[in-house]
């Protein structure tokens, strides 16, 4: 398993120090001088971009999100260092709530469908005692980083896509969709696949931050770039992320005992540059789009932004982002 880990490791970050793999954890950006303990997230949840090794005999050597990735294929998700502190922090906060809410059986065969860097399959390792998991998503980069991941040793990650699933028919006790369905051209035929591969009385259950709703982390950006009269970013199946949205397409998919909840959670960024800097790394539609903007727009930008954020009086940044979510049964 050691072997495993470092050849993966070694695949992505060149200044690899003789560690195991949990050694490693994430050092949160600018929270050097606190005490974790007296924060209120799990450790793991804390805003980072980089990581420290804990082994003492070790040399200590923090590596930087992007040195990860700089030479990996360019697309809006592939630097799954970056979606880590963009979204999979949130991603894992949400999820939790989201297989709570599932309350799934142990030993099942699951498919994380769009796992993008594993922050999710970890999720469904840690909490749901899965038999197995298979996660699937076109990006390499996401699926590099998702393969090195303390907790993800029990899943097969490969890349592929949701319209057209890799898996056997009826071969599968649940398919779920994190965050994904929004990014999806066709998400009737991507649903029509997690139909497929599950078994008689499977779950096919996804959730997605409410877009039209205001529940996406990044919102505020959304705004700012309206008042811009900047072109949208928003993922193109954005409309399905609403609960009546979602229930509508999970029902005319043939699915049993559609149900659907919304997930609430904080979001939490130290200061305004945090805020920035993270929607910033390369990661999501958002980052190219800002980029692209002249410096003079960028600073118009952030004008903007620092007068709709709520912005407290110690400068951080704390707001309620929620997902809607659904669920149904294979008959
Ligand atoms: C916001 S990320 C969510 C990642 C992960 N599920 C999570 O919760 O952190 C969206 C993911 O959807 C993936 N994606 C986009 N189009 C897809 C498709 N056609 N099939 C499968 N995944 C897709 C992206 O590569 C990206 O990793």
């Known amino acids: 398993m050691q072997a495993r880990a470092s050849r993966q490791i070694g695949l992505v970050v060149v200044r690899i120090s ?142 592929g896509d949701a319209q057209a699933l890799p898996f056997p028919t009826a071969s599968l006790d649940m398919a779920v969709m994190a965050l994904v369905i929004a990014f999806i051209p066709d998400p009737a035929k991507a649903l029509a696949e997690q139909v497929r591969v599950v078994k008689p009385g499977g779950t096919v259950a996804t959730y997605m931050w409410d877009m039209p709703g205001g529940g996406f982390p990044g919102i505020h950006l959304f705004q700012a770039m309206q008042q811009l009269a900047l072109p949208n970013p928003r993922p193109p199946s954005s409309a399905l992320s609403t609960r009546e949205a979602l229930e509508s397409i999970w029902t005319s998919a043939g699915l049993k005992d559609v149900a659907s909840t919304k997930l609430s959670i904080t979001v939490f960024f130290e200061n305004f540059d945090d805020y920035w800097t ?39 940044i704390a707001f309620t982002s929620f997902a809607n979510a659904v669920k149904g049964r294979r008959p």
């Open 18 to 159: 003789p560690c195991t793999r949990q050694d490693w954890e994430p050092r949160p950006t600018g929270f050097a001088n606190r005490n974790y303990d007296e924060l209120d997230w799990p450790r793991n949840t804390l805003p980072c971009d980089e990581f420290i090794c804990n082994d003492v005999s070790s040399k200590v050597v923090p590596f930087h999100a992007r040195e990860l990735t700089a030479n990996m294929a360019n697309s809006d998700f592939n630097d799954g260092a970056a979606y880590e502190r963009l979204m999979g922090r949130w991603s894992r906060l949400v999820g939790e709530k989201f297989l709570d809410w599932l309350a799934p059986q142990p030993n099942l065969a699951w498919a994380d469908i769009g796992c993008g860097n594993g922050a999710f399959t970890e999720e469904i390792i840690r909490r749901c005692q899965p038999a197995s998991v298979l996660g699937l998503d076109p990006a390499e980069g996401q699926i590099a980083f998702a393969r090195m991941r303390p907790g993800t040793e029990l899943a097969r990650f490969e890349t």
């Open 278 to 316: 993270t929607f910033t790394l390369p990661a999501g539609p958002q980052a190219k789009h800002i980029m692209a903007l002249t410096d003079d727009k960028k600073a118009e930008m952030k004008d903007i932004l620092r007068r709709i954020l709520p912005i407290a009086a110690d400068g951080r």
